[in-house]
């Protein structure tokens, strides 16, 4: 995902660190710059992509980690089904790797966030990045947790449990196509003061994904398949960087490729991105917001089972597991 070009409350680096002048990636996507180091294009794009498409807590994992060794995992298979007997019996039954890998996370997320210049709650974002990530949390009252959701995270999966712990949706397995409004609550909807009282006293947790597999995952869904984003977006990214194409009506924008894709990318405003690419930096807030927990989409069935022994769903309640009837990373 894109790092911030414009925020309100300071400027980053490639690395999520605050510095001085924002370095312009703009450039390196423009036309004379292609030109001009065709040669290093390729490596260019590829350390944009991942830089763009990652958001503050997989770089920092990427790249302040990634010389730590954690504890590797024991017997998951077994370990998922302590999971569901402990949820069954009321034990505190407790996954010590992802407990250490967790405790990393949080506090490295700790040391980025306590930049002065950081926002440290949602009320010192502007307006526009307060509504973003509202409108992005979830709430359940009866199990008192928030989930902001990320596209092509599993998301469509995850708002099956939330109906399926409302009642709302019998079961997660159910063959329906996935309505990603009815029967769903939204931090957005309530008042300043219920928001902030849930946002102290709820569970609150997230998910994300490798961020180059996450951008191709929007690309081949929304460029391979859906029409109207081939019409909305495609259209749009053809006749911008295809020359002698601006005025012609027989574009329809289902043969862009993942170049221009990227070039489109680092050419837009990241506060006005569509969710499916914008960055989870913007879409979650997590300086803004004090996750409890952080799950992978390269663990998502582990740390799945986590989240719902820790919020206490019933032993019914579990993560869906990925059919061919419906896309479950949207």
């Keep these: 995902m894109m790092l911030p070009r414009r925020q309100d409350y300071g400027k980053r680096t490639s690395d999520g660190l605050r510095s001085g002048p924002v370095t312009s990636f703009r450039s390196a996507g423009s036309p004379s710059s292609v030109r001009r180091g065709s ?3 390729p490596s260019v794009l590829t350390f944009l992509v991942v830089v763009a498409s990652g958001g503050l807590l997989l770089m920092i994992e990427k790249g302040m980690l990634n010389s730590m060794e954690t504890p590797s995992p024991r017997g998951n298979a077994r370990r998922l089904e302590l999971f569901r007997e402990s949820r069954t019996h009321g034990s505190d039954g407790v996954d ?28 010192s974002l502007s307006a526009l990045q307060r509504k973003t990530v509202l409108q992005h949390i979830l709430v359940n009252e009866e199990y008192r947790f928030l989930y902001c959701y990320v596209p092509k995270v599993a998301c469509s999966n995850w708002k099956r449990v939330l109906k399926v712990l409302s009642g709302a949706l019998e079961s997660v397995d159910v063959n329906i196509k996935m309505d990603h409004r009815s029967d769903l609550l939204f931090l957005s909807s309530l008042k300043p003061e219920e928001i902030r009282y849930r946002l102290k006293h709820y569970f609150k947790f997230m998910f994300v994904r490798e961020p180059m597999e996450r951008l191709l995952s929007a690309y081949r869904n929304k460029f391979g398949e859906i029409e109207s984003y081939q019409k909305k977006y495609g259209v749009e990214i053809v006749k911008r960087y295809r020359k002698g194409l601006v005025k012609d009506a027989s574009v329809k924008g289902d043969d862009v490729t993942f170049g221009e894709f990227v070039r489109y990318l680092l050419d837009e405003d990241v506060e006005h991105m569509n969710e499916h690419w914008m960055p989870v930096y913007n879409l979650c807030q997590p300086c803004a917001v004090s996750y409890n927990f952080i799950g992978s989409y390269e663990h998502l069935e582990r740390d799945s089972e986590y989240v719902l022994q820790r919020i206490g769903a019933p032993p019914f309640v579990h993560f869906p597991e990925r059919q061919t009837w419906w896309n479950d990373d949207k």
């Design 39 to 41: 040669a290093v294009l």
């Design 96 to 123: 010590v790797d992802s407990e250490i890998l967790q405790e990393i996370r949080n506090r490295t997320i700790r040391t980025m966030c306590s930049q002065k210049n950081m926002p440290h709650s949602i009320w």
